[in-house]
């Protein structure tokens, strides 16, 4: 539902543009007849819309955050599983960052991966330090997308793993 939402949106946008560009095609031909001038005859006007429009080979590409990162709140000693649902072609490279610092793999605790959604970030054995801002960011070239999650890591135990929601941020042009 959240790329459904998405491509409405981006469709949206491109109809506005449309119809302004219409619209001020349309101003310019009443100005002009307007000074009294008319349209040569012989003019010979072709449409373009090459200055508004992607080229066939850009026309396939595209990056689109399927689903935000939940928040995790957990208990020393558990494991912790982070997801980058995202989709594009071409297939993203993905990066994580801790507190906006590169994600540091360590064998057996700290790992991420990348899955047929995008990509999984696990951390096995949590302790308190671990607690902080974890973030994908997505990218292949043409766009750059990215989310947020929190990772709280309790002291007590919990027998149950609280996950919640917080909002993305695309980067247009990435």
């Known amino acids: 539902m959240y790329q459904i939402t998405q491509r409405l949106k981006l469709d949206q946008r491109c109809l506005v543009h449309f119809i302004r560009a219409v ?3 349309e101003i310019g031909l009443v100005n002009y007849i307007a000074k009294g001038m008319d349209l040569p005859a012989d003019a010979d006007f072709k449409p373009t819309s090459s200055w508004n429009t992607s080229s066939d080979v850009d026309k396939d590409f595209y990056l ?3 689903e935000p990162m939940n928040n995790i709140t957990t208990s020393l ?5 982070l997801y980058c649902k ?3 072609n071409p297939p993203p490279t993905i990066r994580w960052l801790k507190n906006d610092a ?4 360590e064998p057996r605790r700290i790992s991420f991966r990348t899955t047929t959604y995008g990509s999984r970030l696990r951390i096995r054995n949590l302790d ?3 607690t902080g801002y974890f973030q994908c960011v997505a990218t292949n070239g043409k766009k750059t997308v990215s989310t947020t999650g929190v990772l709280f890591v309790k002291f007590g135990k919990i027998d149950f793993v609280i996950v ?3 909002p993305s941020l695309a980067i247009p042009g990435g």
């Open 23 to 25: 619209l001020l095609l």
């Open 164 to 166: 919640t929601q917080l």
């Open 86 to 88: 995202v989709s594009g």
């Open 128 to 130: 308190t330090t671990d």
């Open 77 to 81: 000693g558990q494991t912790a599983e």
């Open 64 to 66: 689109i955050l399927d």
């Open 102 to 105: 590169p994600v540091v793999q």
